[in-house]
């Protein structure tokens, strides 16, 4: 690698500090009401959100001034603490909303899948990077790390959270598409998984529910799609500039999880279109050089640890922006940097951490 004097790239940092910046600002306008008539302190959740930005910041500037390729090592003992964490939280976790996803220990209260999107990354790069050229064989470069996948998955559509699952899965699938594997063996194993969503659909009256609705949610205004309905209505009613910040009128009881899965309808309906805009432009800007700083990498491992953080967070990004505009299902994800969640929050700042490492290598400071 380069002399650690390279700057890293502040355009990465400047994206993802706007995006924190203004999720600071959307969860406090969404969620003033709710902490008042939950916890009586319209403060209750900023306070928080606050309190992990800190902490989320911290280890970004830690991550940022540590070689990556420390990393390299971690990436079994990281997917074993998965796989422990995940079995923990289904013993042991705290539920909440119908998913037993988090794991209380006293002071720190966390989402162990969170955690995991890290992991999963780093296990994939680091599998990739030692299979190389092999990773286009099926049984010896597909399959393994695609049965750690399927695993991961299984673990958590127990708790269950399906938005999760997906958002690793889809994760995954890219970096193994970046990584050379062959790409009719991932269409074969696509298609081959089609029946078992199929079945995970069906297994729960619920989710075929949010299929229906989404399809057309005003067949079902006051149940199944009164969650798109509600989002819609307050993307639509914000206009150009939106009604002004804290304006917003379906916070009130009309949107569920204003200020978690559907924060970017908040920032549709008091920003309006120059919000919402903004909040895309920005996760823009965070694919680009992201995908720039994958592309210009010294080392594979390096390249596709990129391409894995990128991923996570720009495809979080879409599955939440899609579900808040009607254009996918209702799967219950958060917006990286934006929703309220300190877990999130520390998970999105340190992927972002190590990819401002990986630029350093490549001159990042460089247009």
Do not use: C
């Not at 070689?67 to 090592?73: A, I, K, N, T, V």
């Not at 309808?265 to 805009?277: D, K, N, Q, R």
């Not at 299902?329 to 309220?340: H, Q, Y």
């Amino acid at each position: 690698m380069p002399p650690r004097t390279q700057r890293p790239d502040l355009v990465i940092f400047i994206a993802a500090l706007g995006l924190v910046v203004l999720g600071l600002v959307a969860v406090f306008s969404a969620s003033y009401s709710t902490g008042m008539q939950r916890f009586q302190d319209p403060y209750y959740y900023i306070k928080r959100q606050l309190i992990g930005a800190v902490l989320a910041l911290s280890l970004l500037f830690l991550l940022q001034r540590v070689d990556y390729r420390l990393l390299r090592p971690l990436a079994l003992p990281g997917l074993a603490l998965s796989f422990f964490l995940l079995i923990l939280v289904l013993l042991v976790g705290a539920e909440a909303g119908g998913s037993r996803a988090w794991l209380n220990l006293g002071l720190i209260r966390f989402q162990p899948a969170e955690v995991v999107k890290l992991a999963m990354v780093n296990f994939t790069a680091a599998f990739i990077a030692y299979k190389k050229d092999g990773m286009r064989r099926f049984w010896s470069g597909l399959i393994p790390p695609l049965l750690v996948l399927a695993a991961i998955f299984g673990l958590i559509m127990l708790q269950p959270d399906f938005g999760t699952a997906v958002a690793i899965a889809g994760t995954v699938l890219i970096m193994l598409f970046a990584g050379g594997a062959n790409l009719g063996h991932l269409a074969g194993i696509g298609l081959s998984g089609v029946p078992v969503l199929v079945a995970l659909v069906l297994s729960r009256p619920y989710r075929l529910r949010r299929i229906t609705s989404f399809l057309n949610p005003w067949e079902d205004p006051l149940d199944s799609g009164w969650n798109i309905i509600q989002s819609l209505l307050a993307i639509g009613s914000g206009g150009l500039f939106g009604l002004g910040l804290g304006a917003g009128r379906q916070k009130f009881a009309y949107l569920p999880e204003q200020h978690t899965d559907f924060i970017f309808s908040v920032i549709g309906e008091e920003l309006g279109f120059v919000g919402t805009a903004a909040v895309v432009t920005l996760f823009f800007i965070l694919a680009w050089r992201g995908f720039r700083t994958a592309l210009l990498a010294p080392d594979l491992y390096g390249s596709m640890l990129a391409v894995g953080l990128t991923s996570m967070l720009v495809f979080q990004a879409m599955l939440n922006i899609g579900v808040a505009t009607g254009s996918l299902p209702v799967t219950g994800i958060t917006l990286p940097f934006v929703s309220f969640g300190s877990t999130s929050l520390v998970v999105s700042l340190s992927a972002v951490g190590v990819l401002l490492n990986i630029s350093k290598a490549v001159g990042g400071g460089r247009a």
